[in-house]
């Protein structure tokens, strides 16, 4: 098991796909294929595969139980998806809520569900089939989600995004029905508090709604970025946007700014993306950024 006490507070990785491999120009197609080449000999064979001409991505998930209470950041992709236009996320059929039980966690435990956006990959374990109705898979919880994303994925309000059709379906069977349940919270404004630990800040880019979540517990910090990097190579180059970012020079200023508040707080910053150790402290590197260190799990 996948676990590191941060100060008062114990996080536990939860993988839901591993060895998920994706087109390097289909991902990136707006950074330079020469950007790849100059850092493969530390991004391969973990995070790009040259050969192939792959990023390699996994989709996992973090348990947090801080206060007596366990919390869930982002819920992946989720099984028995209807994706017409994403068909990597459709149709999954995984033991995700077999490996939060080998965690310890069951449906009923969650206290809270940290939706950091609204896409596809993050929010697909809001919810689970009951006979042929998507119902909330975890019935006792909170699911708190930026109201920014909230409006702007809500398929009612008719905006027009960037990931136009590969999130259909996402808003009606991931976010629809735990609003109609009474679990969602909206938040606005320049913070969340989960609880004395865990704050929730916006860092909007990749979708207007996107946001981390700061951990505080004694001297030690941890930010749980969600989609704000989905490579390594973003911490030595933050200005390289994937064709999932709704607004490329936004993401980048968050990416810089949150990379620069976590080198100088030595924080740990756990993406949601990462194989291998899937978490790295960084440091600045001239007016990019450089992986210190990587997380040890016990
Ligand atoms: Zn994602």
Not at 50 to 64: G, I, K
Not at 131 to 159: C, K
Not at 238 to 252: H, I, T
Not at 272 to 281: D, V
Request: hydrophobic share 35%.
């Amino acid at each position: 098991m996948d676990t590191i006490s941060l100060g008062d507070v114990e996080i536990t990785r939860v993988t839901e796909v591993r060895g998920m491999s994706l087109p390097r120009d289909a991902v990136f197609p707006d950074v330079d294929a020469g950007h790849w080449r100059e850092h493969q000999h530390w991004l391969a064979p973990e995070y790009f595969d040259p050969a192939a001409d792959e990023v390699r991505a996994s989709v996992q998930t973090w348990v947090l139980r801080s206060e007596g209470r366990t919390i869930l950041v982002d819920t992946g992709i989720g099984n028995g998806r209807e994706r017409p236009y994403m068909p990597v996320f459709a149709h999954l059929d995984t033991d995700f809520l077999g490996e939060l039980a080998t965690a310890g966690v069951r449906p009923e435990d969650v206290d809270v569900v940290v939706c950091t956006h609204l896409h596809g990959d993050h929010v697909g374990w809001n919810t689970h089939l009951v006979d042929r109705e998507w119902q909330p898979t975890f019935p006792n919880a909170e699911y708190v989600v930026a109201r920014a994303d909230f409006e702007y994925w809500n398929p009612e309000n008719q905006i027009r995004t960037r990931s136009g059709r590969r999130m259909q379906n996402v808003f009606e069977d991931s976010v629809a029905p735990v609003h109609r349940a009474g679990q969602t919270v909206l938040w606005e404004g320049d913070h969340h508090d989960v609880d004395a630990h865990l704050r929730i800040e916006p860092a909007p880019g990749h979708t207007p709604g996107s946001s981390v979540l700061h951990l505080r517990s004694g001297t030690e910090r941890a930010v749980f970025v969600g989609d704000l990097l989905h490579s390594p190579l973003q911490i030595a180059e933050p200005d390289c946007s994937p064709c999932f970012d709704e607004d490329e020079a936004r993401a980048s200023t968050e990416r810089r700014r949150i990379l620069g508040w976590t080198a100088d707080h030595n924080a740990l910053l756990f993406p949601a993306h990462f194989p291998g150790p899937g978490a790295a402290q960084v440091r600045r590197d001239g007016g990019r950024f450089a992986v210190k260190e990587w997380a040890t799990w016990r």
